[in-house]
């Protein structure tokens, strides 16, 4: 038998007759290695992101104290007199992402109901790929339209409105995420077992009471979750935002002013020749820093709800 | 008469069943509205874009270096900034995104490093571009004095397309059916032998057009290139990797931020030559999907 006749040869030999050569063990081993060295630069992009921002953020708060710099209500640190409150640059940001999650948590929603539950299969091969260019098309392109074509029309409702209000960038960054709500929900929506549904109908619930009281509430968790990566992205958004929203950070919450945003404070710095290592140069990591940390933690909290709350069938 | 409302289990149900059903029709149509709004952004969009762009469209414009004088202001540099760093990005992205794939799908044993690396994985995709520019900027402009050029900007642009790399390439690879693997060792292949020769090949029109549709993110990407100082204002194309450089959306934003109507246009015309791009991009992608979906 072939079984005996190897396991007699491993008894003799101490090595299995089909036992790979040493060069050949060395060259599987190396591949494995070299292939987990790939897998380890994704770990050391986060470090370098995290070092990168502390490192030069400590400087920062040599100089400002963290005090002034969270309670401040005065973001001036490109002219004088320098001030370095940071919260004019997160309120134009939350402005922006407040705006932007009215038009397109509602509307994200409802389109992903509507491809889920409702769709017929021709509507669906259409209305997908319509969503999947909307999310592909570059954001810079998102900033023409605002300012070439959303702001002349919120101008024409609202005279007096400025070139730069931070209106005209909420809606296209509401446009922006509508795809990434509509596509998340809809899976969500989509792994709700069919047996719940006709479990409804069953006791005679209509569709809309069936999706409204059945499918929408079992898939809320990544209906959820859907809604907080979307927000964490809008907040994350800079070109649509730097070319819209302007470039004077107010602490205000009208959206027809303009506003700056913490990402736009970022382009703004680095587009003009702000010199390297002084304290213009790293409020750039100060203010990068805070929208890592506000992004990430949205983005983890997405994952642990998504995970927590999870509905599991079957 | 019956009462209209029955309560059932503290549930109280409205059994008239026109008002339902009249309801239902109304929340139907309101999310097939809802789902129209993006159709129609895009036609509005897109129109906008065209009725504004198109008069400005000639050879001459892709062929002319950015000018103060609008009539005479081309994409020249601009194209050629944007192939060199697609180009450069998909040549360092590719070989990690994949490496870090068959890594993940194939050898990663099940334990608390793994966790590590997918959960970091999934966290970087939702990093906020402009962060990557901060990023690159201090490592590959500063520390390691790659200064403004195409290489400093696609080794930006690769990290931060890495996790669309990565996943898509999971997909494909987790695709090929373990037969094909016990196959391979059936015949006494190594592992990585397996791998070369049977895995991947199968794997390989999903992880290209995973490939292709990161790039595609790449190519859109303004803000990290900023943030890197790609110039915008560049009268010459790149000749090696460790040229200055811009690309396609930053002479866009540089031109929509303007004032003038003039350079509004040709905002709107370097719009036309991008989406093109992206679309043609997309278009490759979906027929090697197709193509994989006949062949399995």
Request: aromatic share 10%.
């Amino acid at each position: 038998m072939a079984d005996a006749a190897t396991s007699s040869a491993v008894a003799q030999t101490g090595r299995h007759t089909l036992a790979l050569s040493a060069a050949r063990r060395w060259k599987e081993r190396g591949v494995r290695s070299a292939l987990f060295a790939c897998g380890a630069v994704s770990i050391l992009t986060t470090v370098g992101i995290v070092l990168v921002l502390l490192w030069e953020s400590v400087g920062f708060f040599r100089e400002v104290s963290a005090w002034e710099f969270f309670t401040g209500t005065k973001w001036t640190p490109l002219f004088k007199p320098q001030n370095f409150g940071v919260l004019p640059l997160v309120a134009g940001s939350l402005l922006v992402a407040v705006g932007a999650s009215i038009i397109a948590l509602p509307v994200g929603l409802a389109s992903a109901i509507y491809l889920a539950e409702y769709a017929p299969s021709r509507a669906r091969k259409i209305l997908k790929p319509i969503l999947e260019i909307l999310a592909g098309i570059p954001t810079v392109v998102y900033g023409y339209f605002a300012l070439t074509f959303i702001t002349p029309l919120i101008r024409q409702i609202f005279p007096g409105t400025g070139v730069f209000n931070a209106a005209s960038a909420a809606i296209v960054v509401g446009v922006m995420i509508v795809p990434m709500v509509a596509s998340l929900s809809e899976d969500a929506l989509h792994a709700v077992p069919r047996s719940l549904r006709e479990a409804s109908y069953g006791l005679g619930a209509t569709k809309f009471e069936t999706v409204t009281r059945v499918v929408v509430p079992a898939a809320l968790s990544g209906i959820v979750a859907s809604f907080i990566l979307a927000i964490s992205r809008a907040i994350g958004e800079t070109m649509a935002v730097t070319l819209a929203a302007g470039a004077t950070p107010k602490l205000t919450f009208n959206p027809l002013e303009s506003i700056q945003t913490m990402t736009a404070y970022v382009v703004q710095v680095s587009l003009g020749d702000t010199p390297f290592g002084t304290i213009e140069y790293r409020t750039i990591f100060a203010v990068g820093l805070l929208l890592f940390i506000i992004t990430l933690s949205m983005n983890i909290a997405s994952r642990f709800i998504l995970r927590r709350f999870r509905e599991v069938y079957e | 008469m019956m009462a209209t409302r029955e309560a059932v289990a503290g549930v109280v149900f409205d059994v008239q069943p026109e008002r339902r059903r009249l309801k239902g029709q109304i929340f139907l149509w309101a999310c097939f509205a809802a789902t129209c709004v993006a159709v129609v952004l895009l036609a509005v969009l897109l129109v906008d874009i065209l009725r504004q762009g198109a008069t400005r469209l000639s050879v001459d414009f892709l062929n002319s270096y950015p000018s103060r004088f609008p009539e005479r202001a081309g994409i020249k540099s601009a194209l050629f900034g944007t192939m060199w760093t697609v180009a450069f990005t998909g040549l360092i992205s590719f070989p990690l995104g994949v490496g870090a794939a068959i890594y993940l799908e194939e050898y990663a044993p099940r334990n608390w490093l793994t966790r590590v690396l997918e959960t970091n994985i999934a966290n970087l995709a939702g990093v906020p571009s402009i962060v990557y520019g901060v990023l690159g900027l201090a490592v590959f402009v500063r520390a390691m004095s790659l200064g403004r050029s195409v290489l400093a900007g696609a080794a930006t642009l690769a990290l931060l397309i890495l996790p669309i790399v990565i996943i898509s390439s999971q997909e494909a690879i987790r695709a090929v059916p373990p037969s094909i693997r016990e196959a391979g060792y059936g015949v006494g292949a190594t592992k990585w032998q397996t791998l070369q020769h049977l895995v991947l090949p199968i794997a390989f029109p999903g992880v290209l057009t995973g490939m292709i549709l990161a790039l595609s993110r790449a190519i859109g990407e303004t803000a990290p290139l900023i943030m890197i100082g790609a110039l915008t204002f560049i009268a010459f194309t790149p000749n090696t990797p460790l040229d200055e450089f811009t690309v396609l959306p930053i002479q866009i934003f540089n031109w929509t931020a303007r004032p003038q109507a003039g350079f509004h246009e040709l905002a709107a015309a370097g719009i036309i030559v991008l989406l093109v791009a992206l679309l043609s991009m997309n278009a490759l992608a979906i027929i090697l999907r197709n193509r994989l979906r006949k062949e399995i």
